[in-house]
């Protein structure tokens, strides 16, 4: 049910998963990237706030596109040990407020849903452009939510159906075998990220891991690899040297690749330079080149962009009262 509260619109995480089908969330995802591109996105720097006991965080993300009548807050948390209290490890919400006048317009109480689905979406994005012609095997590091929702929107842009799976908990890996298999997936759980990379051409690493787990050495001719678990810094899954061994590096906003995700430590190592590293949004228009053969090696390092939340919460938004009116 929706509850207004004066004219600011409470929107439940029911309304939102009942509205999200009418959503083509990789298209809301490709006009993200493009208003980023023509610079028409006004995207002040990441708040975030760090919990060392129990170990948690918060991303504050917010921001307008030139034209938009609306402009969006989002607050988005992460919680590691909140399974043991039987909680999800992440929640959040957004706030939609009127660009014309600045007063409060929605309330979408998502509980982190929207950002999940949202960087799903892009890793599709960034697989549509850059992955294979033909994948042969995709491989996912990880077995939370991002690693089933990564596979999932995978479907919409790949017909490949074989998919090998590693998590550091054995038990962890079972599980997400079990569900990816439940949406169409054979699965194969491998020991070892290395495992991983020898028989998959498309790679997702969702975790938030703090050491590289994939290796420069393992990297095979034709890979891609999208990188989304290292989206604070401290966090880190792929070796510096994979960057230097790259055909092509794509980034979802160069500004925030310099301080936080996998090219943060590439820079810093010098194992790449900024002017190498392309941005998806202008893949996405056509100003700069995707694949341009089956043996590049090509590597998405995101880490989540606000107008990614803007574009996710207008679509939402749109049907949300469209359907109310």
């Known amino acids: 049910m929706t509850i207004s509260v004066d004219t600011v619109r409470i929107v439940s995480r029911g309304e939102i998963d009942a509205a999200l089908p009418q959503v083509d969330v990789v298209a809301a995802m490709e006009r993200a990237f493009a208003a980023h591109a023509r610079g028409a996105a006004r995207l002040p720097p990441v708040g975030e706030i760090r919990f060392d006991d129990p170990p ?3 991303h504050i993300k917010s921001g307008h596109v030139a034209g938009d009548d609306l402009f969006v807050v989002k607050v988005a948390t992460g919680f590691y040990e909140n399974a043991a209290q039987g909680l999800p490890s992440s929640s959040g919400l957004m706030a939609v407020f009127d660009a014309r006048n600045g007063q409060p317009r929605a309330i979408l109480l998502d509980g982190g849903s929207l950002t999940d689905i949202r960087t799903a979406a892009a890793g599709a994005v960034a697989a549509k ?4 012609r033909a994948v042969t095997g995709i491989g996912i590091l990880g077995s939370g939510i991002q690693a089933r929702l990564q596979a999932q929107y995978l479907m919409r842009v790949t017909d490949c159906r074989r998919l090998t799976v590693w998590a550091r908990r054995a038990e962890g890996a079972a599980a997400c075998a079990r569900d990816l298999e439940a949406l169409g997936f054979e699965v194969t759980v491998a020991a070892t990220p290395e495992a991983v990379v020898a028989v998959s051409d498309l790679i997702v690493t969702t975790t938030a891991s703090e050491a590289p787990l994939l290796n420069a050495a393992d990297l095979r001719p034709g890979t891609h690899v999208t990188a989304i ?3 604070s810094d401290g966090k ?11 055909d092509l590096v794509v980034t979802d906003a160069l500004a925030q690749a310099r301080v936080r995700g996998d090219i943060s430590h590439a820079l810093k190592a010098g194992t790449i330079v900024e002017a190498r590293i392309v941005q998806l949004g202008d893949i996405v228009t056509g100003k700069a080149a995707a694949r341009t053969s089956e043996a590049q090696i090509t590597i998405a390092d995101l880490t989540g962009v606000a107008v990614q939340d803007i ?3 207008k679509a939402v938004l749109a049907v ?3 359907g109310a009116s």
């Not at 452009?129 to 294979?132: I, M, Q, S, T, V």
């Not at 880190?236 to 790259?246: C, G, P, R, S, V």
């Open 56 to 58: 948690g965080e918060v």
């Open 129 to 132: 452009y850059l992955a294979p």
């Open 229 to 231: 678990g290292a989206d």
């Open 236 to 246: 880190q899954e792929l070796e510096t040297d994979i960057f230097a061994k790259a």
């Open 311 to 313: 574009e996710i919460a």
């Open 320 to 322: 949300i009262e469209a």
